[in-house]
Every structure is written in structure tokens, then in C-alpha cells.
């Protein structure tokens, strides 16, 4: 595994209560709202969740900036993004296997917001439950403008070229193989490194992403609290004309500002954005015989209120050895309680050697039968079954308990009219005069 060395400095853990300058003696010193604060900055608290919730679950932060979020003009509608949808109850269910090729880029040019279109989702931000997922591809910088979710919390998974994501914590580069999440209300704007980016994005509107309970597996494993990187404060005083674009009940909205909102000179608190390598991910699997359950490579988890039931899961598919013996090593045939919407960041996905491109996406609802395609099948089922090494793969779930509405784009766009033939070519291998035990 090789560590590469980042561009930003990072506070590494996760769910820490950190603190951060970018000037030294910047942060007051026990307590949060002195009458005046150092060098003549605001105190300004972000709560990301109630006040009165159990102080082990408790998120907030307390920001110190030039001049309080609260400046700014009227918002107003912003009815130019109109692939940014969130009215899932106007959307059509759809319960056939659905597989997308992969976003073309933009022929004009569209930043990141401009260019975030939603596939799917269900339940409603207005009463905090539901998720909803997006693709983007975008071709420009954000230029002096920000964007934020009033309505939840962003996990991002770039497929296509690295993110320079400025936010009010401070900075985050994100390239292909790592994902941020940016949670409710923190303001960000987005760079493109390469000139371009492409990727998928989910928004849980549920509550906050956890790490998995590891149970028997023990105190180490899958994703190591130590290896999420959380930003160090870093401001800009900017006079300037300024765009915040604000996601509200699923609609957009934007407000003029005179300045930078990303002026926050310091900040302590456990409400802030973070970014994680998923080649970091310590994956556990079978040693034996069988395929275990996908849940095993869950990274982060968004709960309902039901235990061990998710908004979303977020599970990933990374470079492992496979050994198990007198087995189907390819995902089995399965209907599943759940919803699965999956993504390919690079390589190829086992159980789908064709057609399932980077980019590319595919949705297999709650009780839609789904599985390996014809050629996988025969290929395993016949396989000598020594050790074999995946490499170079990072196929990644979003696993939700929520049933999923298609958005009108997702409905005619890009979509896969043959996906469903994979399948027809399965063979009738049944034979009762056989004994296979």
C-alpha cells in the first residue's frame, strides 16, 4: 500500500472534537462566546444536530470568522438547475434492473452544481428521511460561488479527476479512489484539478454517517477511525460579488454577498468535513467457503431509526485475494429487502465483466431479482479455484431500506434497454439424476 503525500494538511480521526487556527491565539480561550472576540471575529455556531440529543451523538461547531454567515442578500429561486430534483413523490417507480452507461461531459460549461443531475431517491427533506443520488460531470471551476445542503449531508465519490473542495474548515483534495462528505450546511466550492471531473454522489437526509459496529470481528478492521482527514482552518478576506447557492426542502435557491464566505479563521467542534483513501480499507472476507454478505465492506453507515436498518450503507468492492474453496466466489443470485445502486470507480466488477463501465451506474431495487450474467456464471462454475488476487478494482454501493423513485432524466437517459438480456442466456443445468453432495 503506498501513501502518497497529501497537498493539505489534515486532522486525522473520526468523530474528533478538533481545534484549528490558521492564527495562532485565534480561538477564545474556555469559552465560546466571549463579549469580544480575538482580533475582532465573530463567534458563530453550527449545529448539526439538536441541542439536546445525548452528548455521544451531539454535533456542533463553533466557527470564528470575519463576518457572520448572517450578511447576506435575499434568496431567491434559482430555477436553472432543474436536474437537481428532489420532488420524489412526482417520480416514477420503476422495478426492472436498470444499468446506465456512463455521463458524457458537457458541451458547454457547467461547474460542479451545474453539472449535478439526480438519478433516484425517495422520502422527503422536509421531514428528514429519505436519501437521494446524484452523477456529476463537470468541466469549470466554481468561480466565486458556494453551495450547501440545508437538506442533508453529501458523501462524494469522484470517478474522473480530483477535487480541489474549498469549505469553511478549510480545504480538501479528493482524487479519484477517495471519497468527502460534507455535511448539512457547511458551505463549499469546488475546483477541478484535471479541467474536468466526473462521479457519484449520495445525500442521506436522515441523520449523519457512522462508522459500522465491528461486533465479532473485534476492535480493528474494515475503515480505521485514524485514516479520516478532517481540514485545518484556512480563511480568505475577500471583497468580492459572491453567489451562495442554498439546497432548501429540494429546491435551489441563491443569495448575493458583497465578500468570501470562506473567512473562518479558526474553529473547534466535531461538525465537519472529512475526507477518506479507500485503499486504506482493511477488507475482511471468507477463508473457507462461501460468499459472505456484502455488508462486510460497508465503510460508512447512515442509520434510521430502526437498528441495524440504513438510509444508506456505503459499501465498496476494493482489490482483495479470494480463496475460498468449493465455492462461488462471484456475488450470488439474490432478491434483497434493500435497494442497491452501484457505481464502478476503476477496473472491472466481477460479477459484471461487461457492460458495467466506469462512470456507469446500476439500480436493483428492493425484491428485484439480480446476479451474475450468463459468461460470469459459466466462467466461475468451471473456474479452478486457487488463490486469485483482484486487482485494480473499486467497484462501491449505495445500499438503502428506502425504495427508490426514477427521476424523469434517469427514466430516458443513457440507459441500458438490454441490460436485462445478461441474464437470458443462464442455462437449465438441472439433471435429478445426478447426486451432486
Known amino acids: 500500500m503506498e501513501t ?18 490558521a492564527i495562532p491565539d485565534t480561538l477564545p480561550k474556555f469559552q465560546n462566546t466571549p463579549q469580544k472576540c480575538p482580533k475582532g471575529l465573530y463567534a458563530e455556531q453550527l449545529s448539526g444536530t439538536p441541542f439536546t440529543l445525548p452528548r455521544f451523538r451531539n454535533q456542533r461547531s463553533w466557527l470564528y470568522r470575519i463576518l457572520p454567515s448572517v ?17 420524489f413523490f412526482k417520480c416514477k417507480p420503476n422495478p426492472n434492473q436498470l444499468r446506465w452507461s456512463s455521463l458524457g461531459f458537457p458541451e458547454e460549461p457547467k461547474d460542479f452544481v451545474q453539472g449535478t443531475i439526480t438519478y433516484c431517491g425517495s422520502g422527503s427533506p ?17 468561480k466565486d460561488k458556494a453551495f450547501y445542503s440545508s437538506d442533508g449531508d453529501f ?9 480541489d473542495i474549498q469549505t469553511e474548515f478549510g480545504y480538501l483534495e479528493v482524487k479519484p479512489g477517495e471519497i468527502a462528505v460534507i455535511q448539512r450546511g457547511i458551505l463549499f466550492s469546488v475546483k477541478l484539478l484535471e479541467g474536468k471531473a466526473r462521479g457519484y454522489m449520495v445525500e442521506v437526509f436522515d441523520g449523519h454517517f457512522v462508522l459500522p459496529d465491528l461486533g465479532p470481528i473485534g476492535a480493528n478492521g474494515l475503515a480505521n477511525p485514524r485514516d479520516f482527514l478532517t481540514p485545518v482552518a484556512a480563511y480568505e478576506d475577500r471583497k468580492c460579488d459572491f453567489t451562495v447557492v442554498n439546497k432548501f426542502q429540494g429546491l435551489l435557491f441563491k443569495a448575493k454577498k458583497n465578500f468570501s464566505p470562506f473567512n ?49 450503507d456505503f459499501v465498496i468492492f476494493p482489490g482483495r485475494w479470494v480463496v475460498q474453496e468449493h465455492t462461488f466466489r462471484p456475488p450470488y443470485y439474490h432478491r434483497n429487502c434493500m435497494s442497491e445502486f452501484m457505481g464502478l470507480i476503476r477496473g472491472v466488477y466481477d460479477a459484471k465483466e461487461e457492460g458495467f463501465t466506469s462512470g456507469g451506474a446500476s439500480l436493483h431495487s428492493c425484491m428485484t431479482p439480480h446476479g451474475p450474467d450468463a459468461g460470469t456464471f459459466e466462467k466461475a462454475s468451471n473456474a479452478e479455484l486457487k488463490p486469485i488476487k483482484l486487482d485494480d478494482t473499486m467497484a462501491f454501493m449505495f445500499e438503502s431500506s428506502y425504495l427508490f423513485q426514477i427521476t424523469p432524466y434517469a427514466q430516458n ?20 439424476s445426478k447426486n451432486t453432495q
Open 4 to 21: 502518497k503525500k497529501e497537498k493539505y494538511q489534515y486532522l486525522p480521526g473520526f468523530g474528533n472534537h478538533f481545534s484549528s487556527e
Open 71 to 87: 450578511v447576506h442578500e435575499p434568496f431567491e429561486e434559482a430555477t436553472e438547475y432543474h436536474l437537481f430534483v428532489n420532488d
Open 126 to 142: 422536509s421531514l428528514k428521511t429519505g436519501a437521494a443520488i446524484y452523477l456529476y460531470a463537470a468541466n469549470t471551476d466554481m
Open 155 to 163: 458523501l462524494i465519490v469522484p470517478e474522473l479527476g480530483t477535487l
Open 264 to 312: 473562518v479563521v479558526a474553529w473547534h467542534g466535531n461538525y465537519a468535513p472529512y475526507k477518506y483513501n479507500l485503499d486504506h480499507f482493511c477488507t475482511v472476507n471468507s477463508v473457507s467457503f462461501d460468499h459472505m454478505d456484502p455488508s462486510i465492506f460497508t465503510v460508512l453507515t447512515c442509520p434510521t431509526v430502526n437498528p441495524g436498518t440504513a438510509c444508506i
Open 413 to 432: 437517459n443513457l440507459v441500458q434497454k438490454n441490460y436485462y438480456q445478461c441474464w437470458q442466456g443462464l442455462k437449465n443445468h438441472f439433471d435429478d
